[in-house]
């Protein structure tokens, strides 16, 4: 009765439901603890704020990564150049960044956040750095770039004007190293607002971290739609040989087809012809 299972055909089928199975389970899986992943950063961002935790120096906390993004960093060094960052909104108003480089003693400069102001980026409302040396403390931030969210990528900026914050965009703009990473200070001077730590990107429970929540649902369905699609096939071949075995799929003979006279043929004798008297 199932001997079909050894067949060519069958042989094929359930290969592919012995690999197809396993691997959509491993999808699944995979994709459940990405979102589980996210679950723990998220948890981890929200217990651990920047200003619960203690300083460290910046050295120690590059390159950035998801476990030292937003991590309170501290620094000294002397405030250089003064950018702003337009169109940058916080708690739902639009306004701009003030940014100033600080060298530090290594000779490299990290781009400093030192706050937000509401309204058009202007150079004139942009409170002066400290002069001299200073122990700025802030939230580490990973380099931005065009895909960031929030930033202004269209180009084209004014002259004192940064659209992206981050080593690339800076390099052609100040003449010394650069930080890959940037400090946002969490409390500001001269009126301005703090801008707050952003999380990693990949990380939080965000649109992506619910795709990866329903990605693992579709995997899992389809594992059992493969596994019912064998199971379906399976029991039409073996009702298919049981009614075989009881005669019910015994061929009708075929129906013969009126056999057409040749009219050049003569017609048989007696044919169309009154019988005679």
């Known amino acids: 009765m199932h001997r079909f299972l050894l067949t060519p055909r069958w042989w094929g089928i359930n290969v592919f439901v012995a690999l197809g199975v396993p691997f959509c389970l491993f999808m699944g899986t995979w994709q459940l603890g990405r979102f589980e992943d996210r679950v723990d950063t998220h948890k981890e961002a929200t217990s651990a704020r920047p200003a619960e935790q203690a300083a460290a120096p910046l050295e120690s906390l590059l390159p950035v990564d998801k476990q030292t993004s937003g991590r309170l960093t501290s620094v000294s060094g002397e405030y250089a150049d003064q950018l702003l960052v337009p169109e940058r909104r916080l708690d739902g108003k639009s306004g701009f960044y003030v940014l100033t480089l600080l060298k530090t003693d290594t000779g490299k400069a990290v781009p400093v956040v030192r706050g937000w102001l509401p309204g058009n980026a202007d150079a004139s409302r942009a409170p002066a750095p400290p002069a001299g040396r200073v122990e700025v403390t802030g939230a580490l931030q990973a380099s931005e770039n065009s895909t960031s969210k929030g930033v202004y990528s269209a180009g084209g900026l ?120």
């Open 158 to 277: 004014p002259a004192g004007q940064l659209g992206v914050i981050g080593a690339a965009s800076l390099v052609n703009i100040v003449p010394y190293g650069l930080y890959d990473a940037w400090l946002t200070v969490q409390t500001p001077a001269d009126g301005m607002t703090p801008v707050p730590a952003q999380a990693p990107a990949n990380t939080g429970l965000d649109l992506k971290a619910f795709q990866n929540l329903g990605y693992t649902g579709e995997w899992f369905v389809f594992a059992a739609f493969v596994l019912f699609m064998w199971f379906r096939l399976y029991r039409r071949e073996v009702e298919t040989l049981r009614d075989a075995e009881a005669g019910l799929l015994a061929e009708a003979p075929a129906e013969q087809e009126p056999t057409r006279q040749d009219p050049a043929a003569p017609a048989p004798a007696g044919a169309g012809s009154a019988p005679v008297t």
